[in-house]
């Protein structure tokens, strides 16, 4: 079981990009994904979390801005970024609170490798 994150890349400021996140393996039921993110120098933050309902919440600083969205059917979660900015420049990681297989075991806070995002001119 594993998480791969894919979409990040250098993109001009104002642009927008969209991250996903995969899940790989027999996956029954993905519990509270979310998207984080650690820029040089700083701790890992929480950028956006959503519940098996669908609800939603994101940090201050990216309201307005960024979508995140889930395809339970593809085990995949989405996060779309909008009116990119240079402070939002760092390696976004793609979280799991739990990750449960058809076999009924359980993976507790699963990460993803990260994928780079840069907002520069």
Known sequence: VQLVESGGGLVQPGGSLRLSCAA???I???TAPGWYRQAPGKQRELVAHITSGGSTNYADFVKGRFT???DNGKN???LQMNS???EDTAVYYCNAEKITTYSG???YQVWGQGTQVAVSS
């Open 24 to 26: 790989s393996g027999r």
């Open 28 to 30: 029954f039921r993905i």
């Open 68 to 70: 995140i969205s889930r």
């Open 76 to 78: 995949t979660v989405y």
């Open 84 to 86: 990119l900015k240079p």
């Open 105 to 107: 075991v359980n993976y």
